[in-house]
């Protein structure tokens, strides 16, 4: 969030210490359980038809980088906010130090590379039959909704990919950044008390790093209040060295995209998805496309059931 990363590779810190790894992680506890919540009902992904096909044969999930989905925008709003807040307290009488810190932060925040952010996303929602999630996911006619077992979505246990629930409130997002921007200048100046570096550069720059890589990690679940209705949540992957040769990459109108295929579960070692139901979206031959996707299913070796929407195709 405050600096660019254009490598999976993680850094490596001189100057921090175990000390500053508790202390950051004790400050995470809470807001780990605040948005990476056990979920209670399945979880859809919705998608168009050719999606559907292509998800089914291969057994994976494309998770696309967050600057090449639908409204890349909307990961600038926690940037927004905190930008803001930055901004606010630089008019504000400062101590040298503290003012040090935070011009570079505004620096970072006012030129955000998200196009080279290493996290990519795969979204889903609780409701598997929403008329606007047609319209928007599921190319309008032909589109599906496959329902996935939540439970198995959050205990994958490759350490790089975190199922986590949105979070709409404007409050609450002001709260977090306020937070978030008191302990950026508090365990920044923590460290300068305990002379963590050499020089104030040194310590600023790499605390940096280390800092905006655990508070970026919960800017994917902070949206507009706008998006309310889309009861959404993500599975976010952390771009992993051993990936890179498995990335995908489609030419879109107006850019191209890239994708990593996750493999959220392995059945006699092939991947094998979590799926427990596809709901076939509003179109004109609905009993024709739910007997196709059955036999998509058995072909590829999946016992799930098959249901139809309840929204008409003319409402579409």
């Given amino acids: 969030m405050f600096?660019?990363?254009?490598?999976?590779?993680?850094?490596?810190?001189?100057?921090?210490?175990?000390?500053?790894?508790?202390?950051?992680?004790?400050?995470?506890?809470?807001?780990?359980?605040?948005?990476?919540?056990?979920?209670?009902?399945?979880?859809?992904?919705?998608?168009?038809?050719?999606?559907?096909?292509?998800?089914?044969?291969?057994?994976?999930?494309?998770?696309?980088?967050?600057?090449?989905?639908?409204?890349?925008?909307?990961?600038?709003?926690?940037?927004?906010?905190?930008?803001?807040?930055?901004?606010?307290?630089l008019k504000t009488p400062l101590t040298t130090e503290v003012k040090f810190l935070l011009e570079k932060v505004e620096a970072g925040l006012s030129e955000p590379q998200i196009a080279t952010e290493g996290r990519f996303i795969a979204c889903f929602s609780e409701d598997g039959d929403d008329l606007s999630q047609w319209r928007s996911y599921g190319a309008g006619e032909g589109g599906y909704a496959i329902e996935f077992d939540a439970a198995a979505l959050r205990t994958l246990k490759?350490?790089?990919?975190?199922?986590?629930?949105?979070?709409?409130?404007?409050?609450?997002?002001l709260a977090f950044i306020d937070d978030v921007l008191n302990h950026t200048i508090s365990f920044f100046l923590d460290g300068v008390q305990k002379k963590r570096a050499p020089t104030l550069d040194a310590w600023r720059d790499e605390f940096l790093r280390y800092w905006a890589s655990i508070v970026s990690a919960f800017a994917p679940f902070l949206k507009h209040p706008k998006f309310r209705g889309e009861r959404e949540w993500r599975l976010v992957y952390h771009l992993q060295d051993e990936a890179i040769p498995r990335m995908r990459y489609l030419q879109r109108s107006s850019m191209m995209t890239k994708h990593v295929p996750l493999r959220l579960a392995m059945k006699d070692g092939s991947p094998?998805?979590?799926?427990?139901?596809?709901?076939?979206?509003?179109?004109?031959?609905?009993?024709?496309?739910k007997i196709s996707v059955g036999d998509l299913l058995r072909t590829h070796g999946y016992a799930a059931p098959v249901s139809i929407t309840a929204i008409p195709y003319q409402a579409v």
């Fill in 158 to 173: 490759d350490g790089v990919t975190i199922l986590g629930k949105v979070e709409y409130d404007e409050k609450y997002h």
């Fill in 3 to 89: 600096v660019a990363t254009d490598t999976p590779t993680e850094p490596m810190y001189q100057f921090m210490q175990a000390e500053d790894h508790q202390q950051y992680g004790a400050w995470c506890a809470p807001y780990v359980a605040k948005f990476n919540p056990v979920p209670t009902a399945p979880l859809y992904h919705y998608t168009a038809g050719s999606g559907l096909i292509e998800i089914v044969r291969s057994g994976e999930l494309w998770a696309t980088q967050l600057a090449c989905l639908n409204d890349a925008s909307e990961f600038l709003y926690p940037i927004d906010l905190l930008l803001s807040k930055v901004r606010a307290a």
């Fill in 272 to 289: 094998h998805l979590p799926l427990t139901r596809v709901i076939v979206g509003p179109c004109r031959h609905k009993a024709i496309s």
